[in-house]
């Protein structure tokens, strides 16, 4: 006879969601790690080529210079219309924003007082407003270079307090993994920016420092619950290191994702309401860099500091020699993601047309013959 497998089905959505929400999901976490490390290599190097090619687009704040804004007395101003209109002053080459409440924003780099004045002259003439309604804002090049500073000191002292937190915490290299997700996530968030040419303001560097805790606590999260299996590692036959931790990720998903949205669902309303219907410009800067840095945020925790932990860990001789006698890694023997997960069947037998029935021979007495 030969055993033919019968057809295997696929567990829906629903089924799925209802694994993670009861912590009964396998996903294959680390013995996909290449593809999660490769994927955000790829995100960085594009952040890295964004910043280097385009740049950042620096608020007067962090360049110095003059800023103009002001609202048309009617129609929808037009930034070809304003740059006619500032093509004989100094600020001819300025940098104009249409906002989305019907206003301009012009910003140029230090101008002088008569400047200025000839500058707002030329802007009261286009609008039909006059020249007082104008807001202007100066900026000098030592107080741009002095807001700079502070950011990169605030960076600085932040990626000290994680390491010396992290350390004493847990160990140097779930520190050190922990700070290699941050970085990860400053890159993208950075990157982001640059590629879509949004204003870089303080607004947009206090939310930065605000992902980055996010991010942080997030990271904690699971290396919490990896600190606590690692208590147990070795008593069952077969375990190591990496099917630990893949362990653990699983029973932090849940927490993981139900943070992440409750924190998306806020900064999503400031996203669209605020910056979108109001057209409140800050709220824009600020909840644009929430948004990005707490999506990659999430993921760095789960599919960066996670697998970067397990390379460095695995290099100590009592975990490689688990490894080595657990057999094939887990990424051979993990169970499939819980979306591809299967519902096995009995297998069916099916006769072979090539089989023959094969009839048993009579027994033969071996009692003699009777003399």
């Known amino acids: 006879m030969t055993t033919v497998a019968a057809p295997t ?87 104009i924003l249409t906002l989305s409440n019907g206003g301009v924003r012009v910003q140029s780099s230090e101008l002088k007082t008569a400047d200025r004045e000839l500058v707002t002259q030329a ?70 920016y640059a590629l879509t040419g949004f204003e870089v303001t303080p607004a947009t560097v206090v939310a930065i420092l605000t992902i980055l805790g996010f991010s942080l606590y997030d990271t904690v999260v699971v290396f919490d619950k990896i600190k606590e299996n690692q208590s147990t590692l070795g008593r069952e036959k077969g375990d190591s290191y990496s099917s630990m931790v893949n362990r653990s990720m699983n029973q932090v998903l849940m927490r993981s994702l139900n943070t992440s949205f409750i924190a998306l669902l806020p900064v999503i309303s400031l996203l669209v309401v605020g910056s979108g219907i109001l057209g409140a410009v800050t709220l824009r800067d600020f909840s644009l860099a929430l948004f990005v840095g707490l999506l990659v945020g999430a993921y760095s925790s789960i599919f960066v500091a996670t697998p970067i932990l397990v390379i460095l860990k695995e290099r100590e001789p009592r ?24 519902e096995n069947v009995m297998p069916a037998a099916t006769p072979n047309p090539n089989d023959q029935r094969v009839t048993p021979r009579a027994r033969q007495s071996r009692r003699g013959k009777r003399r």
């Open 319 to 342: 975990f490689r020699a688990l490894r080595d006698r657990s057999g094939p890694s887990v990424s051979a023997v993990a169970v499939e993601s819980v979306v591809l997960d299967e």
């Open 9 to 95: 089905r696929r567990r829906g959505l629903f089924a799925t969601l209802g694994d993670i929400y009861h912590e009964r999901t396998n996903f294959n976490f680390i013995g996909r790690s290449r593809i999660w490390l490769g994927v955000s290599s790829l995100m960085v190097a594009i952040s890295i080529g964004a910043l280097l090619l385009i740049g950042l687009n620096l608020g007067i704040d962090f360049e110095g210079g003059t800023q103009w804004e002001f609202s048309v007395a009617s129609g929808n101003p037009s930034s070809t219309q304003v740059r006619e209109a500032l093509k004989d002053t100094p600020a001819r080459d300025a940098r």
């Open 123 to 192: 802007l009261s003439n286009y609008s039909k407003v006059d020249a007082s309604a104008i807001s202007i804002v100066s900026v000098g090049p030592t107080w741009g270079e002095q807001v700079s500073q502070k950011a990169l000191i605030a960076l600085l002292f932040f990626f000290i307090l994680i390491s010396v937190y992290l350390t004493f915490r847990f160990e140097w290299k779930m520190a050190l993994a922990s700070i290699i997700a941050v970085v990860h996530d400053i890159f993208i968030t950075i990157g982001v």
